[in-house]
């Protein structure tokens, strides 16, 4: 039962990420400019944000990624201990039928719960709702930011890497 409890914690976690996202995203500069000028310290701290997006759509990727990973990685091993041998039982089958029937048991509901309960509610939700979802994650999203950074600082140094490297491959294969 914890396993269950993992699962449905991480597509919670999910779901309010991916709330958060589409909201940030949604969400415009004018109408945050007008509340950070009305004094709204939430939208000031938004407005920073949006300075660098790519940074703040980086660290909520990072923790939808992980939560994501977190509940496909509980959810395959509990398919294993729990339901094979049950599986075998029941059907007698070999001990890979059954592993292989355990897991589909599992990712076929995960998925499903992950898409609508962990994606397309939330998405939906925020995008009829942006500002105050945007403005009600502010706080989290700054703490959020600190507790990623050294990630995204690594993420972000990569992925400038491998740009450049490609980018002065392809002017080498220009040139001939």
Not at 17 to 43: D, H, P, W
Not at 70 to 84: K, P
Not at 110 to 137: C, H, M, N
Request: net charge positive; glycine share 6%.
């Amino acid at each position: 039962m914890i396993e269950l409890a993992v699962i449905v914690i991480c597509i919670l976690a999910n779901a309010a990420l991916t709330c958060y996202e589409m909201a940030f995203i949604t969400v415009s500069r004018r109408q945050l400019r007008e509340k950070a000028q009305a004094g709204n310290r939430r939208a000031a701290a938004l407005l920073r944000h949006r300075q660098t997006p790519e940074r703040t759509l980086s660290i909520l990727q990072v923790g939808i990624t992980m939560v994501s990973l977190i509940s496909a990685a509980v959810g395959g091993a509990g398919a294993v201990e729990w339901f094979v041998p049950y599986i075998r039982e029941v059907l007698d089958v070999s001990f890979r039928t059954a592993e292989a029937i355990a897991i589909a048991g599992v990712v076929l509901p995960l998925t499903f719960a992950t898409v609508v309960i962990g994606e397309l509610v939330p998405k939906a939700f925020a995008l009829r709702r942006a500002l105050p979802i945007a403005l009600f994650g502010a706080n989290a999203l700054g703490v959020v930011a600190r507790i990623f950074a050294p990630i995204v600082d690594h993420f972000e140094g990569s992925t400038a890497y491998i740009l450049k490297w490609l980018m002065r491959r392809q002017k080498k294969s220009q040139q001939h």
